[in-house]
């Protein structure tokens, strides 16, 4: 692919001087850190705006508690970020007339989306590994310290997770001119992916089923009725089909 290395670092720089990486990694961190602190003095926050005769009733926090925190809220603001952050990454430069100039010099097309989705798995990378560090730095410091390597597995399948709302955002952005027909296609996809997920026989086929593989592995934990080898599967596989339908779309259109 001709030109993909200096299109990655011309990604790499503008996501810096943009604030776009750190404003991604920043919103990671805050609700990384948020989850085991908000787990922890929970009890005491409903007892702050609770009546005085008030039982809270709450069973005892644990490490458990802080995972599903945790994967709450960083797969769905995940997912919410990935269409913010991605529907300009190649709709914006199409409408700005950006596009005819890169692709004017000895640069091919598929080192040009290559090296943007290739940016954009780093910046959301970062962002998600910092977070899960985050995470597991005050889980360690309020209840006690968690195994180090399923956490890390668990990062990774919060990645993947990610990755795939950004592959689909992404199909938009490169085949659309528009950005916001870009996050149109990518809140479709969220929407239509949640709703499928709501037939149990299905969630384990769809990027929904990554949030209990998460948690299984970083419980180190899994159970007889999920398949986390197919519901990884299932995941990359969407995001390879995105990705080869970006491809496809954008060889074919006039710039």
């Known amino acids: 692919m001709t030109g993909y290395r200096v299109l990655l670092e011309k990604e790499a720089i ?5 604030y776009r990486l750190g404003i991604v990694c920043g919103l990671f961190v805050v609700l990384g850190i948020l989850s085991p602190v908000v787990t922890r003095y929970l009890p005491q926050i409903i007892r702050i705006f609770a009546p005085p005769d008030f039982e809270i009733g709450l069973p005892e926090m644990g490490v458990v508690d802080v995972i599903d925190q945790l994967l709450k809220n960083v797969i769905q603001f995940g997912a919410l970020a990935a269409v913010l952050i991605t529907m300009g990454s190649v709709a914006a430069e199409k409408e700005r007339g ?12 598929a080192a040009f989306l290559w090296a943007k989705f290739v940016a954009l798995g780093m910046i959301f990378g970062l962002a998600t590994t910092l977070a ?9 410091l309020l209840f006690e310290a968690p195994p180090v390597f399923p956490w890390i597995s668990m990062a990774m399948i919060i990645w993947l997770s990610t990755m795939v709302y950004v592959s689909i955002t992404f199909l938009g952005s490169a085949a659309l001119r528009s950005p916001l027909g870009a996050a149109a296609v990518g809140f479709a996809g969220l929407i239509g992916l949640s709703l499928v997920s709501l037939v149990s026989t299905l969630n384990p086929w769809l990027p929904a089923g990554l949030v209990n593989v998460a948690k299984a592995v970083a419980l180190d934990e899994v159970s007889g009725d999920l398949d986390p080898p197919r519901t990884i599967a299932m995941a990359i596989g969407l995001i390879a089909v995105s990705l080869g339908l970006a491809l496809w779309r954008f060889r074919r259109e006039e710039l």
């Open 14 to 18: 503008e996501a810096w001087r943009t």
């Open 98 to 109: 950006t596009v005819a100039l890169v692709l004017a010099k000895p640069v091919s097309r």
């Open 132 to 140: 899960v560090v985050g995470a597991w730095l005050y889980t360690t």
